[in-house]
């Protein structure tokens, strides 16, 4: 058994306690993982592993004050034709003694894992999580390339993200990461990834690990680089990596090269996402957020912010912008924060026009003051008048094009900025 595989199936699994279950993602996660096969006829050994958070489960009150879930999971995976290959389903009854832990508080959660010896091709992988109690689904399909492990003298297993790498009784133990979303773990992470090779190396090689843009323009962001040498058939290579202070949120491919004078001898690669959060919600553009403070922050807090020189530092200053707005500090919450944000959505949502909702004059008025008690409609001469009244206050906005573009006829008192008053 190769060392990659022993401490793979030696660990704990254990989620990153900087995923927000429940709160930012419904649903499950998902992984799959691929290494040389040990079996002599074999090419692969696929492991698909599922991680089911108890917050994305329907609980019942069941005996003894417990409460109790029930769903069904599956993984099937067809080959390039779509012909049916191999399938596994569990049906699961897992048991929280608490309500509280049924809701999530603790992030209680459920493991599952297949294993498939597979030959070198192409395949879909599907993972179907059915909540039997609210009859909910959820899914999760990917595209997977399995190598040619019997050929090539070098070859790469997928590679697995990891939160933490400890040692443990004079070897590594690592705790996996089962999301895309590498930023949910700050800006360092690590990577691990088995280098299989089936002839003895007498040179030096270049391991090379760099990120790349899924779509659009490719830039590309070097990682990590050393010199390695391969002195057994399987070695397990643990690389701590570190986004750039300048990465924008979006889609990303981890790539990890082995190369000999600048050729490439084997490659792995997997998908990944950035999406910052603040507050334990998720930013998923920093720029875009920025501009939206104007119905919060001086024109001169915004632009200190966004001309910070990096990335990095433009959400520092944006964290610090709202954390002297937060109503109880010392929480993770800010509920000032996600009260601003919600209201953007909400605005977005409502009165989308000509531009996005939170910049018409409806949209910064329900920003600033909240949903109005009362909202009337009303025809004055042939054009179409808004009357919101609050308890202090009343704005009337008119459509003078008869395309719901609605223009604020009401003044906006001088010291008009949004407020956290609960």
Not at 53 to 68: D, N
Not at 267 to 286: H, K, M, P, Y
């Amino acid at each position: 058994m190769s060392q990659c595989r022993r401490l793979l199936e030696a660990i704990s699994i254990v989620l990153c306690a900087a995923i927000p279950l429940g709160a930012q993602q419904e649903g499950f996660f998902t992984d799959v993982l691929c290494f040389a096969a040990e079996l002599p006829d074999s090419n692969a050994r696929v492991d698909v592993w599922s991680v089911i958070p108890y917050a994305t489960l329907t609980f019942r009150a069941a005996e003894g004050g417990a409460f109790q879930a029930q769903y069904q999971l599956s993984v099937t995976i067809r080959d390039s034709a779509g012909q049916l290959l191999r399938s596994h389903v569990w049906n699961r009854r897992p048991y929280a003694p608490t309500y509280s832990i049924a809701q999530g508080a603790t992030a209680a959660f459920e493991a599952l894992q297949s294993s498939d010896h597979l030959p070198a091709g192409s395949y879909t992988i599907t993972v179907l999580l059915r909540d039997e109690f609210s009859g909910r689904e959820y899914r999760t399909s990917r595209r997977y390339e399995v190598p040619d492990y019997q050929r090539p003298s070098l070859a790469l297993s997928s590679i697995l993200l990891a939160s933490t790498v400890e040692e443990h009784e004079q070897r590594p133990r690592i705790t996996p990461f089962f999301s895309d979303d590498v930023a949910q773990l700050g800006e360092r992470f690590f990577a691990a990834v088995e280098l299989i090779s089936r002839s003895a190396v007498s040179d030096s090689l270049t391991l090379r690990a760099e990120l790349l843009l899924s779509e659009g323009k490719q830039k590309r962001y070097e990682l990590l680089r050393r010199t390695l040498r391969p002195s057994m058939p399987q070695t397990l290579l643990l690389l701590p990596l570190q986004l750039p202070a300048d990465i924008a949120s979006g889609s990303y491919r981890l790539r990890v090269l082995v190369e000999h004078a600048g050729l490439p001898l084997a490659q792995s690669e997997r998908s990944l996402r950035i999406r910052w959060s603040a507050f334990g919600r998720t930013v998923e553009d920093l720029e875009r957020a920025i501009r939206q403070l104007r119905y919060v922050a001086t024109q001169a807090q915004i632009d200190s912010i966004a001309s910070a020189p990096t990335a990095a530092e433009r959400r520092r200053r944006f964290e610090e912008f709202w954390a002297a707005l937060d109503p109880t500090p010392g929480t993770l919450r800010n509920e000032a924060f996600e009260e601003y944000y919600d209201r953007i959505a909400q605005a977005d949502r409502l009165f989308r026009s000509y531009t996005e909702g939170w910049q018409t004059d409806r949209g910064m008025v329900y920003v600033i003051f909240g949903p109005p008690l009362r909202r009337e409609q009303f025809t004055l001469n042939g054009r179409q008048y808004e009357r919101w009244t609050y308890a202090d206050r009343e704005f009337l906005f008119v459509d003078y094009t008869g395309f719901e573009d609605y223009r604020l006829l009401t003044p906006l008192p001088p010291d008009a900025k949004y407020r956290y008053n609960r």
